[in-house]
């Protein structure tokens, strides 16, 4: 009997080859990406952290403005009569750009919404409040920060492009000669002209530099002096520095699957236009997912807040420059869960810290008490959902907080601290 059974086509013999090259060069790539992730992580290190601190409940002097839409970052002009929101979109209708407001007698007023074609992840307003800077995906949009503090919808000026795709976030002002942006999903920290922004030029002129940190670079700071700035990323690179590997091996470290330290690096701004490859002076392990960096204003000594780990981290300065070793944080403060946003207020005798998630609070931190080792969290103020930024005026007389789950301001009485 013949069978009648269909059988598969064979691809021709001519196309044989290439699918098994094709085949093996695939096998290959998946298994050295494997090996350089498992590398990495035999290599990294691990990070500890501590339980989250029980706390009482949240007490204190705020008050609450709502937010049309879902704020990330805020910032506060040099004479503290504006404040601006910047706001990303969640769900169809939700706006992005930035909402303003306007300081008064009886707290925040909002004066109108300026949109922008994306969310904004970090907002900084130049010292001599000409220009209002925001961070975008793929740019830093530029601002005339007096018209957008009255709620002129031409304020925006013109955009510095930093790359497609690069996530940039979050923003710090260098004296009155740089701007740096911390590219996110770049690994980076571009540097940009201030002089040649403020003169209206946004082309590629204006890009001066960038400096490849550890994957998912956050917070950034600069010293008192402007010479030093201070990024923290979440996760280490591998050994091996490739778009598949790092994206491998950031997720799973991302994900909370492996716990491996993130980093704080120190980049010497005088080598960026000159040798961007070792402008890296520094770079020492920082807890688990660290997410923000402050800087004391005598310079001497960098905090952290390391959001896995919920601690706040103190590093010295000096130490962290010097030849040798990295050397171990000079002080450890346990606080509540997920502690994120940071500042420094009444010349940096205390940390207002931001956690994020559903905590609700900001820890008022002693950091004098901390670097000598007694306790240090001297008070608990409620905020709203999801606090991520913190902004503090000039006159150090009030902060706002920025809480993305709530859609709300919250602003602080820092006068009560003294």
Request: hydrophobic residues 45%; glycine residues 10%.
């Amino acid at each position: 009997m013949i069978s009648l059974r269909h059988r598969p086509a064979r691809p021709p013999s001519r196309w044989r080859r290439p699918l098994v090259l094709a085949l093996t060069v695939t096998v290959l790539a998946v298994g050295l990406m494997a090996g350089v992730v498992a590398v990495s992580l035999a290599r990294s290190e691990t990070c500890s952290g501590s339980a989250p601190l029980p706390t009482p409940p949240a007490t204190g002097r705020v008050a609450t403005t709502g937010v049309i839409g879902h704020p990330f970052a805020v910032a506060v002009t040099p004479d503290g009569q504006a404040a601006f929101a910047s706001l990303g979109a969640w769900w169809p209708g939700d706006p992005n750009g930035l909402q303003v407001f306007r300081r008064g007698p009886d707290g925040l007023r909002p004066v109108a919404i300026i949109p922008l074609h994306s969310a904004a992840g970090g907002l900084a307003v130049t010292p001599d409040g000409r220009l209002l800077l925001a961070a975008l995906d793929d740019r830093v949009q530029v601002l005339d920060a007096t018209r957008a503090a009255a709620g002129d919808l031409g304020a925006v000026l013109g955009a510095v492009a930093t790359s497609p795709g690069a996530g940039t976030r979050d923003l710090a002002i260098a004296g009155d000669r740089y701007v740096l942006a911390a590219d996110r999903s770049a690994g980076r920290v571009t540097v940009l002209d201030l002089p040649r922004i403020a003169a209206g030029d946004y082309g590629p002129s204006a890009q001066l530099g960038a400096v490849d940190v550890d994957l998912r670079p956050g917070g950034l700071a600069v010293s008192p002096d402007g010479r030093y700035a201070f990024v923290v990323s979440e996760v280490q690179r591998p050994v091996l520095s490739l778009a598949p590997t790092d994206a491998a091996y950031g997720l799973l470290a991302g994900l909370g699957v492996l716990r491996r330290a993130g980093t704080l690096a120190v980049i010497d701004l005088s080598r960026v236009e000159v040798n961007p490859l070792g402008a890296v002076r520094a770079r020492v392990s920082a807890g688990c997912s660290p997410a923000q960096v402050a800087i004391s204003p005598d310079g001497g000594t960098a905090w952290v807040t390391a959001r896995q780990s919920n601690e706040l981290l103190a590093y010295r300065v000096d130490r962290l420059l010097a030849e040798g070793p990295p050397p171990a944080p000079a002080a450890r403060v346990r606080l509540a869960a997920a502690p994120a946003a940071i500042r420094l207020v009444d010349g940096g005798r205390y940390a207002l810290v931001a956690h994020a998630g559903d905590a609700r609070r900001v820890s008022v931190i002693d950091t004098t008490a901390a670097l000598v080792g007694r306790p240090a969290v001297r008070s608990e103020l409620p905020v709203g959902d999801g606090a991520s930024e913190i902004a503090v005026s000039a006159d150090h007389r009030v902060a706002y907080v920025a809480n993305n789950g709530s859609s709300t301001l919250t602003a602080i009485d820092l006068t009560a601290l003294r």
